[in-house]
């Protein structure tokens, strides 16, 4: 083989390279101006890694904190609704105090492995995490508050939304837990409870 082919040869894989990495580019790019059109930060959209992770407080029954690389990470639970206890703009409503303490004493100070849903951004608008949460045992958090009638059952599309509300059908059929202690009404895509059972 003459040098000069050998360099042409040189030059033509050299070309090849560069133009896969013009295309992974464009693509790259491409991608964070569609999370930004969808109004989510890209930083916001980087899944966390899965493993177990510290859970530090609790701040209702749908919501906690874990540490993550000694940073307190606001967790969301995908998919489950619990009455409220601290909404600045809602009274306590019936059975909040209930859920946040039923989730407190299966979570706090205990470990817990996460996981995110496909059909749901990595972060909700208020930068919490979306995820399902699991016990040191490997039950589920999101679907025991369902089963316990600590929970609803949200609107939004998620992977476990029918799993979810047969669970909750069972329990609203047995009145229990918030079925059978609240009046349940519905407040647009969500549920909520009146503090007087009817």
Known sequence: MSRLS???????R????????????????IGYVSQLHQGIPAAQQLQTPAGSYQ??????GDTIYVSMDGIKEKVRLVGVDTPETH????????????????????????AVTLRSDTKQPNRDKYG????????????ELNELLVTGGY???TNFSTEKK??????QAVAKANRIGLWGACTVITN???LQTNNVAQ
């Open 6 to 12: 050998s360099d042409a040869a040189v030059r033509r």
């Open 128 to 139: 919490r995490l979306l995820r399902y949460v699991y016990l040191q045992d490997g039950r």
């Open 162 to 167: 029918a799993a979810l509300q047969q669970l």
């Open 55 to 60: 859970v530090v407080d609790t701040a209702d």
């Open 188 to 190: 647009g895509p969500y």
């Open 151 to 153: 929970a609803f059952v």
């Open 14 to 29: 050299f070309k090849r390279l560069l133009q896969t990495l013009l295309i992974a580019a464009v693509t790259a790019f």
């Open 87 to 110: 909404h600045p703009t809602k009274p306590v409503q019936c059975y909040g105090k209930e859920a946040s303490a039923y989730t407190a004493s299966l979570v706090k100070n205990k």
